[in-house]
C-alpha cells in the first residue's frame, strides 16, 4: 500500500511542478491586445493563438490530474486498519516482583535508620 502512496504522491507532485511551469509561460489577458496588432506574438513558437489553446489544455489537464492524486491521497489516509479481535489483557506485560530490601542497604540510605521491629505476637485470651 505505502508504493501505491508513494506512486500516487510523486505523480501529484510532478503535475503541481507541470502546472507551475504552464502557468508561468503562458500570457494574460492583456498581451492578447498587443498580439493583435502585431507585436510579436505571431512569431512565437506556438504561432498568435495556437499556443493559447494547446497551454491552457495542457494546464486543465494537469490540473485535473493534481485534484484526483489529491482525493486519492486524501481517501487513503483517511483509512482505517481493522482492530485485532481478542481482549485487551493479552498484550499488557507482566512485571516481576521486586528485589526484598535487605536491612544493610536500608540503613545506607539517609534518614532511615533501623528501628526496633514492632511487637506483631497476638496477646493471649482473657480467661473466664
Known sequence: ????LTLILVVQMLSALAMIGL???QHGKGADMGAAFGSGGSGSLFGATG???FL?????V???VFFVCTLLLAYFSNARPTA????VLEGVAVTAPAAPVDSSTAA?????APTAKPDNSVPPAPAK
Open 1 to 4: 500500500m505505502s508504493m501505491v
Open 23 to 25: 502557468i508561468l509561460i
Open 51 to 53: 499556443g493559447a489553446n
Open 56 to 60: 491552457s489544455r495542457t494546464t486543465a
Open 62 to 64: 494537469l490540473a485535473a
Open 84 to 87: 485485532p479481535t481478542g481482549s
Open 108 to 112: 545506607q540510605i539517609p534518614g532511615n
